[in-house]
């Protein structure tokens, strides 16, 4: 038995070959007809560049209809696809070559030359092609250069293979890949498709990435599998958005694009009467943001909780009260417990660490075997290292991070990465990287030095990082203070750094 999870997309393609897949801002439509053939194409392609079933392709390019292609494709070869977020510099990506040792690296075509280079030193084995619009890309025009021939057969892939493996920022500064299966992939999308009632009529409104978990196996997923419409945009623009409302029925985001959204005078309920369901993830939405949503639009926003290595555990329902500041329910098929330092189950109320077992939680770390140990029960569940609480009808409520993970507008921030870059600066002693809640990006990236002489400022430590690390990833304040607060083991006490500063954005001019 096939396993592959092209499998399931490809029989729910079937299903409406002619309906749209992508409606793209500039009016075309692309038919899931179009996009299977596509899909197939790239899977002939793969082969001839010598990517078999198994092997790593790395793709970081912009949001398109061949990047969708591309991943489908990768699917359908049975070959492990690879994503890498778009702001990453060339320094980062340095590591997911070496790391994750890929035969195919796929990046935007003004990237390839410099990249080319990067993946001789760091992974000689890798090709290097880049993806772009006709005639641009060098995989695009090889492509459309390829002979009329019949679809390849779907590779036999067993539901524990791996499908994609997604980096996350490690607390230590080195990213873990996260190895997610064809089993996985196809489990966590059925029950989401059955949980939120997924309508044939339904209309998705894409404006997330598809290089993260949210936007390219949740949001995509869903709509692949009714073989649904997608208003397919490059990205958030709130203008945008308000114009494609009246043709959707659903709509991803994370906090950040509610927000944004509710500072456009244009929101209101006539605009989102069409609208079916709001769904937000990928960070915690606060409950002013909810309240102020369901006041201008009508809706109450379906809050939903997951990660990159478990996709979707915890989810509001569509049928219910969606209650403020919580994320809901186990999803049905996945165990989820609340449980102490220890593994010990706490009490309705209790506070203690959400823990989760089920056919969503991924195999495991890329190349590190003990690291996936240490995060792994004796009993299979996975501690996800955030705090919770869970109510006796086993409502769950986030109340914070074990770990000191910033998440900014949806995207994951490890304060050691960044604090070993800030510390190699030669006017800072020492410093501490914190989250501060800000309106827009949920949590703001906030660098507290010691400086060596004088003040350190933001404009020294854009300069510094600048093409080093991600923007997302930089400080966009920098507090200077005399010495950092630690207790007597002489730990950083960041719960008081974050308590003394979360009104900094507040502030005039923040």
Not at 168 to 192: D, E, F, P, Q, Y
Not at 228 to 238: E, K, N, Q, R
Not at 306 to 333: D, K
Not at 393 to 398: A, D, E, L, N, T
Request: charged share 20%; aromatic share 8%; with cysteine.
């Amino acid at each position: 038995m096939n396993e592959n999870f092209f499998q399931l997309l490809q029989y729910a393609f079937s299903k409406n070959p002619d309906g749209p897949a992508l409606l793209l801002p500039d009016e075309r439509e692309i038919s899931y007809r179009e996009l299977a053939a596509r899909s197939a194409s790239y899977a002939l392609l793969l082969d001839g560049l010598g990517v078999a079933a198994g092997d790593r392709v790395l793709v970081q390019t912009g949001k398109s209809p061949e990047a969708v292609a591309l991943y489908l494709g990768c699917l359908r070869a049975g070959a492990v696809y690879v994503p890498i977020n778009t702001a990453y510099t060339p320094e980062e990506v340095a590591y997911f070559l070496a790391d994750a040792a890929p035969k195919l690296f796929v990046c935007d075509p003004d990237d390839a030359a410099g990249f080319r280079v990067l993946a001789a030193e760091q992974s000689p084995d890798t090709r290097v092609h880049s993806l772009g619009t006709a005639g641009q890309g060098t995989l695009t025009e090889a492509l459309n250069g390829l002979p009329a021939v019949d679809a390849p057969p779907v590779a036999v892939r067993a539901a524990s293979d791996l499908a994609a493996i997604l980096y996350t920022s490690g607390t230590t500064g080195r990213s873990k890949g996260a190895m997610l299966t064809h089993g996985n992939l196809a489990t966590s999308s059925v029950i989401l498709v059955d949980y939120w009632g997924w309508r044939e009529d339904d209309v998705l409104l894409h404006a997330l990435p598809i290089f993260h978990v949210h936007g390219l196996f949740i949001a995509l997923h869903c709509a692949m599998l009714k073989a649904t419409p997608m208003i397919f945009l490059p990205g958030f623009d709130a203008q945008a958005v308000l114009a494609a409302l009246p043709r959707a029925t659903v709509m991803m985001g994370v906090p950040t694009f509610y927000t944004r959204l509710l500072a456009q005078d244009g929101l209101n309920a006539d605009l989102c009467a069409h609208m079916r369901l709001f769904i937000s993830g990928s960070a915690p939405l606060t409950s002013q943001t909810f309240e102020a949503f369901e006041d201008r639009s009508g809706h109450r926003i379906l809050e939903r909780y997951g990660m990159s290595e478990t996709m979707m555990n915890i989810s509001n329902p569509l049928v219910g009260e969606r209650v403020a500041g919580t994320v809901g329910f186990a999803l049905p098929g996945v165990q989820v417990r609340i449980a102490s330092d220890a593994g010990e189950v706490v009490g309705p109320g209790e506070v203690g660490v959400i823990e989760v077992k089920g056919p969503n939680v991924f195999k495991g770390y890329w190349q590190m075997p003990e690291k996936t140990a240490e995060e792994f029960r004796e009993d299979g569940f996975f501690i996800t290292g955030d705090q919770a609480v869970m109510d006796a009808s086993g409502r769950v409520s986030i109340v914070g991070r074990e770990k000191d993970m910033v998440i900014s507008g949806g995207y994951n921030v490890y304060p050691k990465e960044v604090e070993v870059l800030i510390d190699e600066m030669p006017e800072v002693s020492e410093s501490a990287v914190i989250g501060v809640p800000h309106s827009d990006f949920g949590e703001a990236v906030v660098a507290v030095v010691v400086p060596a002489a004088g003040e350190v400022t933001v404009e020294q430590t854009d300069a510094a990082l600048g093409d080093r690390i991600a923007r997302f990833k930089q400080p966009k304040r920098v507090v200077n203070l005399p010495e950092l607060p630690r207790n007597a083991m002489g730990k950083v006490q960041k719960n008081e750094l974050r308590k003394s500063l979360a009104d900094l954005f507040e502030a005039p001019g923040s």
